[in-house]
């Protein structure tokens, strides 16, 4: 905890403030909510080519179809998490008041961009961890004959 008060804590006495608005540009995708949330890549901007709204099309190709100039009905779409690693230099914590163990993680998105986090097991989930990861260390030494 680093003691500042934490703004979407109203009992803290912090004005809850509203989120910067989402402005897409070309070849952003998009959620679009007037449309039960369907994914679309911008392929016009409003103002362009005489353009009014916005144009998506899905990312796949196909029709198009028009959102509203201010992007009210537009979300944008997170970058996928492709995979996470150990950070170097964190160790592992037990807190024996939840029973859980956190190891500090890295993960890493689609798009390149990285984010820390922190991956929470159960003591089954640790064991079941524990085991795969022998499997690995043991299918590891006899593929290269080097103890890990």
Known sequence: MTGRPTPHIPSQGVELCTATPFVPRLGDLAAETAHSGRVGVVVTLPGEDSATTYHLRPPGGGPTWSAPADGSTLLPVPAQITHATPLPGQNAVYDPRTHQSSVPVMF??????????????????????????????????????DPA
């Open 108 to 145: 890493h998105f689609a798009d390149g961009s990285t984010c820390e986090g922190t991956l929470v097991l159960t003591s089954a989930e640790l064991e079941r961890l524990y085991a795969q990861t022998g499997h690995l260390l043991v299918s590891h030494e006899k593929a290269t004959g």
